[in-house]
C-alpha cells in the first residue's frame, strides 16, 4: 500500500458490516441521490434489502468503512465467485477524499484475479475514477432499473 493509503487506512476501519442492513441502506441512498438526483433511491430501498440478501446468500461479502467515532462512512458489496464489484458507497460529504480509493483497493485484495463491474455513463467522476485504478472498458449495456446506459469495465488483477 503507498504511504497514502496506509493513511487512509489509519483513519477507517474496515470490517463485514453489522446485522442491522438499515444504516446501510440509507448510506446507499444517501450517496446514490446525490449522485444521480433524478432518480428516486429511496423508493429502491427494499429491493436493496433484497439485493444484497441474495449476493450475500450466493457468498458475496459487504465490506463497511467506519470512521475514528464509529460512523458508517462507505461500504462496498462484493461477488466474488463472479469477481464483481457489485456497489462501492461512500456517504456524500467524503466523496473525493479517498475513501473510494480504501474500499476499492479491499475489493482488489478480496478478487486479486481480476475484477468487474457496471457504471453508469451518466456518472463520468465514477468512469474516471474506475480507470484510474486500472479498470477499462469491456462492453456497453443498460442497467434493467433505471435504463440507463452502463459501462462494464474490467481490472484484470495481478499476478
Avoid at 462484493?78 to 480504501?102: R, T
Avoid at 478478487?111 to 469491456?138: M, T, W
Wanted: aromatic share 8%.
Amino acid at each position: 500500500m503507498s504511504s497514502k493509503a496506509e493513511d487512509r487506512a489509519a483513519l477507517y476501519r474496515l470490517a463485514p458490516r453489522g446485522p442491522d442492513l438499515a444504516p446501510v441502506a440509507d448510506l446507499w441512498i444517501a450517496s446514490w441521490q446525490a449522485t444521480l438526483p433524478a432518480i428516486d433511491f429511496s423508493a429502491r430501498r427494499e429491493w436493496f434489502f433484497t439485493y444484497v440478501a441474495e449476493i450475500e446468500r450466493r457468498g458475496g461479502i459487504m465490506l463497511c468503512a467506519s470512521d475514528p467515532q464509529g460512523a458508517l462512512s462507505g461500504f462496498i458489496l462484493l461477488d466474488p465467485a463472479n469477481a464483481a464489484l457489485e456497489q462501492i458507497a461512500i456517504a456524500p460529504a467524503l466523496f473525493g477524499s479517498g475513501l473510494g480509493v480504501l474500499l476499492l483497493e479491499a475489493a482488489k485484495e478480496r478478487c486479486r484475479k481480476g475484477l468487474s463491474l457496471s457504471v453508469n455513463v451518466d456518472n463520468p467522476r465514477a468512469v474516471r475514477f474506475y480507470e484510474k485504478h486500472g479498470f477499462r472498458q469491456i462492453s456497453e449495456g443498460v442497467n434493467p432499473h433505471s435504463g440507463l446506459a452502463t459501462l462494464h469495465m474490467r481490472w484484470t488483477g495481478v499476478e
